[in-house]
T-cell receptor
Framework: DVKVTQSSRYLVKRTGEKVFLECVQDMDHENMFWYRQDPGLGLRLIYFSYDVKMKEKGDIPEGYSVSREKKERFSLILESASTNQTSMYLC????????????FGPGTRLTVL | AQSVTQLGSHVSVSEGALVLLRCNYSSSVPPYLFWYVQYPNQGLQLLLKYTSAATLVKGINGFEAEFKKSETSFHLTKPSAHMSDAAEYFCAVIGGGSQGNLIFGKGTKLSVKP
């Protein structure tokens, strides 16, 4: 069974802390994505990666960075967490063809106090 | 640029009634379209996708969607709602890049009344 796992389901951090969200996929997918989901706004793309050490900005990259040192792992980093980054974060992966579906992890609900 | 619009942030139906969730898209290229479902406290799961083969696409759990180019629509239907269909549904279109970025609608929350 294909699987995308995220390191935490729930996370509480304080303003100014550095936060790491980890995502691992076992499908040998080239593409990996980070989204944030907010009520009434749907999913918005933060960053994506189509190969190891490659990254591209999505629609809302400000305040975030990413790291992809291995094909199966894609990390989202909040350099200095702020309260407006309280959200649900979803990771996804896909094979490189444009019509391929994305497989999603269960999400991490991050609260920044 | 590609975009999707989902009409209605909340839809409520009675158990056994028809489910109709609306999605209109805008795309400068032939679109690839997807419907995803999100159950409470879970990630997204693919219901079905349109990739320019048959215009009527059948998905999991009895859902189907019809691609209508003339109406730029990809509405999701199910003939008879079940309580377990209560979830949030997202329509998405592949963006203009080559790597399969998805552009999502804002979602429609479906409630099913007994």
């Amino acid at each position: 069974d294909v699987k995308v796992t995220q390191s935490s389901r729930y996370l509480v951090k304080r303003t100014g802390e550095k936060v790491f969200l980890e995502c691992v996929q076992d499908m040998d997918h080239e593409n990996m994505f980070w989204y944030r989901q907010d009520p009434g706004l749907g999913l918005r793309l933060i960053y994506f990666s189509y190969d190891v050490k490659m990254k591209e900005k999505g629609d809302i990259p400000e305040g975030y960075s990413v790291s992809r040192e291995k094909k199966e792992r894609f990390s989202l980093i909040l350099e200095s967490a702020s309260t407006n980054q309280t959200s649900m974060y979803l990771c996804a992966s896909s094979a490189p063809r444009r019509d391929n579906e994305q497989f999603f992890g269960p999400g991490t609900r991050l609260t920044v106090l | 640029a590609q975009s999707v619009t989902q009409l209605g942030s909340h839809v409520s139906v009675s158990e056994g009634a028809l489910v109709l969730l609306r999605c209109n898209y805008s795309s400068s290229v032939p679109p690839y379209l997807f419907w995803y479902v999100q159950y409470p406290n879970q990630g997204l799961q693919l219901l079905l996708k349109y990739t320019s083969a048959a215009t009527l696409v059948k998905g999991i759990n009895g859902f189907e969607a019809e691609f209508k180019k003339s109406e730029t629509s990809f509405h999701l239907t199910k003939p008879s709602a079940h309580m377990s269909d209560a979830a949030e549904y997202f329509c998405a279109v592949i963006g203009g890049g080559s790597q399969g970025n998805l552009i999502f609608g804002k979602g429609t929350k479906l409630s099913v009344k007994p």
